[in-house]
């Protein structure tokens, strides 16, 4: 069953559409349910529930493979999808100068339910229109689920939680003032995430985690920019044995908080450049804390 949506309008027009695909969740076989969308028009409002198994958001175009397009300032879109093996692809262009605000909000799971293996992808700004003032809300719940962020322009913000083991967060992020926070809720680790931030500055990264055996690859490059990781600062942690943090800084006055509990955790921060910051706080036994100022440093894993 195939859904699809298409629509446009003046700037002050708003738009609201809602769509729903429900099956049982007791029939135990693929839903495959469809929802295909290309929007045009400030100030629209998108909700979309999907209930089933290996359920997509996409595009409509004449393949439906690419990434649904929004092409709005102020939109308002929450996607659910209930099920094991959904993927949204989505491509979201709001103007630099427009200073309204675009939110998009994803979750996997509801009422206790959880799924496995969900993948969403954002694309805002990059091969679409800058985007500026674009929020990012994600709570994947479940096992092996995959986010992937794309965002170019000022002032936008991601914040990811995950409960589950092996998810893995990808964020690539291009401008000032953006940030990302990535919380790994759940117990059995091998969760990954790999941030990368560049622009005039003023970025800030967080990673907030209670597991064992991660990896944490995260580059920054400009001034004035945070990483904050683990429990250094009130409030966050990052406790569990085995995990890998790699911070590479490039520019003037970053700064770089890393508190770790556990042990054979293995700490490596670069920061090439003046006026660097690190400060870490780590107990446990075995652990390996490498820091090195002022010269290039290890280069991370690439991006996705």
């Known amino acids: 069953m195939n859904k699809s949506l298409k629509g446009g309008g003046e700037l002050s027009r708003k738009v609201l559409t809602i769509l729903m695909l429900a099956v049982m969740p007791t029939l135990g076989y693929a839903v495959d349910n469809s929802i295909y969308i290309d929007q045009t028009g400030s100030n629209a409002v998108i909700n979309i529930t999907q209930d089933g198994a290996g359920n997509t958001v996409k595009a409509l175009t004449s393949n439906r493979t690419d990434a649904a397009i929004i092409n709005a300032d102020g939109a308002n879109i929450a996607i659910t999808q209930v099920g094991s093996g959904n993927t949204v692809s989505l491509g979201i262009s709001a103007s630099v100068t427009s200073g309204i605000s675009t939110d998009i909000t994803y979750s996997t799971g509801t009422n206790g339910v959880t799924g496995s293996s969900a993948i969403f992808n954002v694309n805002a700004g990059g091969s679409q229109a800058d985007a500026s003032k674009t929020s990012i809300n994600v709570l994947q719940t479940g096992n092996s689920s995959k986010f992937e962020a794309n965002v170019t322009g000022t002032g936008n913000s991601i914040s990811a939680t995950t409960a589950g083991p092996s998810d893995d967060v990808y964020s690539k992020m291009r401008g000032s003032s953006n940030t990302a926070n990535i919380s790994f809720s759940g117990t059995g680790g091998s969760n990954q995430a790999i941030l990368d931030q560049s622009g005039t500055g003023s970025n800030a990264i967080g990673i907030d985690v209670s597991s064992t055996g ?65 400060n870490v706080k780590i107990s446990g036994a075995s652990n390996t804390i490498s820091i090195t100022q002022g010269a290039s440093g290890v280069m991370l894993p690439a991006l996705r």
Do not use: H
Not at 250 to 259: C, D, E, R
């Open 214 to 278: 991660n990896l944490f690859g995260i580059t920054q490059t400009g001034s004035l920019n945070t990483v904050t990781v683990g429990g250094y600062s009130s409030g966050s942690s990052l406790s569990g044995d085995n995990n890998t943090v790699q911070v590479n800084q490039t520019g003037t006055s970053n700064m770089a908080n890393l508190g770790i509990t556990g042990a054979s955790n293995n700490v490596n921060i670069n920061q090439n450049g003046t006026a660097q910051d690190a």
